[in-house]
């Protein structure tokens, strides 16, 4: 009789462990401290981009936000969003479209949503805009 009251109970324990085991397994899935098939899978999905950054223009709006000792990098860079949206993320934003480098322009000088304005006077938001706005191409574009 004590022999399969020890089995039952060594049965049980092996049952609890396995539970309790499986439903800090699914915790720690959806904080996202580890990985499932399923977010592995996204994490290696490699995807092809046809956007590609002119070197020669970033340092271009590089040297005149420096040399105009213009507050820009302190919330944007180049590739990186930061406080405010990279370059490269607004250059796409405006890509095609018409008017974009003065509709940019007076985002700049007036300020647009969490950013403020009379940070550039008025043609150093126009250059701003415009090297901006150059700063990406598109591989397509021909």
């Not at 401290?33 to 490699?46: A, H, I, P, R, W």
């Not at 993320?89 to 095609?96: D, V």
Request: aromatic share 8%.
């Amino acid at each position: 009789m004590k022999k399969n009251k020890f089995v039952f109970i060594s049965i049980g324990l092996i049952i609890l462990f396995i539970v309790i085991t499986n439903m800090m397994h699914s915790r720690l899935v959806k904080s996202g401290m580890m990985f499932n098939n399923q977010s592995l899978v996204k994490e290696t999905t490699v995807r092809s981009s046809n956007i590609f950054v002119d070197a020669q223009v970033s340092d271009e709006l590089t040297a005149y936000i420096n040399n105009n000792h213009l507050p820009c990098l302190q919330c944007h860079e180049i590739n990186t969003n930061k406080v405010g949206p990279a370059y490269v993320t607004i250059a796409q934003k405006y890509w095609g479209k018409e008017n974009a480098a003065v509709t940019l322009a007076g985002h700049i000088a007036n300020g647009y949503g969490a950013m403020p304005g009379e940070l550039a006077n008025t043609t150093q938001a126009n250059n701003l805009a415009n090297l901006i706005i150059r700063i990406t191409k598109n591989m397509a574009e021909k």
